[in-house]
């Protein structure tokens, strides 16, 4: 059992995530079985033996109804008698999710490579307890079950038992196709927003915790030069360094890397950084920080908006460039944005790493908790690139 591991969101029409830098963009799906073709890049990886919830808000249209997804998750497949308890893990985040928006809210449940009979049939015993468990979550969040949904066969097929709402009898499942992804333009959308889905679990996995020793090395002995002259630190060239490579892909000496890893060791700074790259997150206010530390960090240029796939795997190379027990603010930094940004796989991952790393870092130890709980992160409201409205939080843990 893992984790609960949130995926994407849609963003609203004044939610500047919705909006590239060039062009307003929209991804949208027709049905749940497209919904089914782009889970593995929402949740960043080839789902198998999982079961995916997917919470959406049903909003009437001139003639058609829209259903912006509200929250993704995606837990392991337990044995069918620990089906209900493993679903009920993601009670807190359905919940959340069901209170941030008015109107009705839908279920779509996918239930991946279910337990078989001889023969190849799906286990009934383990449809009856899936589909038992999504009323459940659906009765205990005031949400609905739209859609209950197997899949098999490396996801290349679907058996609907819940469609629309309505239950499908059993004599008259049958198996489908899954859309490829050519027939989805969604897929094209999300790819182009740098949603992508690796083969693997292990894959992410691997991408988290890739080192690259001799760089590592390099940076040690700028380290150690460091030592003996620490007032040689430039705070405000270490931040733009660390801004330059994760935003713009200019890579830093090793030097420039030895800074970074240094700088980030004081909370102050950490903060400040989340503070430049989040304000989602609400924690700092003008005047926390001092006025030096304030000039620094606004040396670095904003993350883009939206999804930031490619800056968080610049930030995950610089990890592996320096010390590895220097690398828990920066996986901490990966874990934060990925929560905030709707990648909790890689959110999971860094985290993990980071608690691996130093057991006792609280920043960490407050962003497990939230994924523990399934706590929906701050968003921005009113397309507002400054202030925004701020969930419950409070100051950064040291």
């Not at 030592?227 to 994760?246: I, K, S």
């Not at 608690?355 to 701050?378: K, S």
């Amino acid at each position: 059992m893992t984790t609960p591991e949130p995926g994407g969101r849609s963003h609203g029409p004044d939610d500047p995530r919705h909006t590239s830098s060039s062009e307003q963009r929209q991804v949208r799906l027709r049905g749940s079985d497209q919904l089914l073709a782009v889970l593995p890049q929402l949740i960043g990886y080839q789902i198998d033996h999982s079961v995916v919830v997917v919470v959406s808000r049903l909003t009437p249209g001139p003639g058609r109804q829209v259903c912006p997804v509200l929250f993704t998750g995606r837990l392991d497949l337990p044995p069918t008698d620990q089906l209900g308890a493993l679903v009920g893990l993601l009670r807190t985040a359905v919940r959340q999710a069901v209170a941030a928006a008015d109107g009705v809210k839908l279920l779509s449940i996918f239930g991946y490579d279910l337990p078989t009979q001889d023969g190849g049939a799906v286990d009934p015993a383990a449809v009856d307890a899936l589909l038992a468990a999504a009323r459940r979550l659906a009765d205990e969040t005031g949400a609905h079950v739209h859609d209950l949904m197997l899949v098999r066969d490396g996801a290349r097929q679907l058996c609907e038992v819940v469609s629309s709402g309505e239950d499908v009898r059993p004599a008259d499942r049958s198996w489908v196709p899954v859309p490829r992804h050519a027939d989805v333009p969604a897929a094209a959308d999300l790819v182009l927003e740098g949603r992508v889905a690796l083969p693997s679990r292990g894959d992410v996995v691997e991408l988290v915790r890739r080192r690259d020793e001799q760089a590592s090395r390099a940076s040690d002995l700028a380290l150690s030069v460091l030592t003996l002259a620490t007032d040689r630190l430039d705070q405000e060239q270490a931040l733009r360094a660390l801004g330059d490579w994760t935003v713009h892909g200019t890579a830093p000496s090793a030097r420039e890397r030895a800074w970074i890893a240094a700088l980030l060791q004081d909370r102050w700074v950490r903060d400040a950084v989340l503070a430049r790259w989040l304000p989602e997150l609400g924690w700092l206010d003008d005047g926390d920080l001092a006025p030096d530390l304030t000039r620094a960090a606004a040396a670095l240029p904003p993350l883009p908006a939206g999804h930031c796939r490619e800056q968080v795997e610049r930030l995950l190379g610089l990890v592996g460039e320096v010390p590895r027990d220097l690398g828990t603010p920066l996986l901490t930094l990966v874990g934060l944005i990925c929560w905030v940004r709707g990648d909790g796989t890689l959110a999971n991952e860094a985290c993990d790493l980071a608690l691996e790393i130093e057991p006792d870092y609280r920043m960490a130890l407050l962003l497990r908790r939230a994924l523990e709980a399934g706590m929906r992160p701050p968003r921005q409201e009113g397309g507002q690139a400054g202030r925004t409205h701020r969930h419950p939080g409070g100051r950064p843990a040291a």
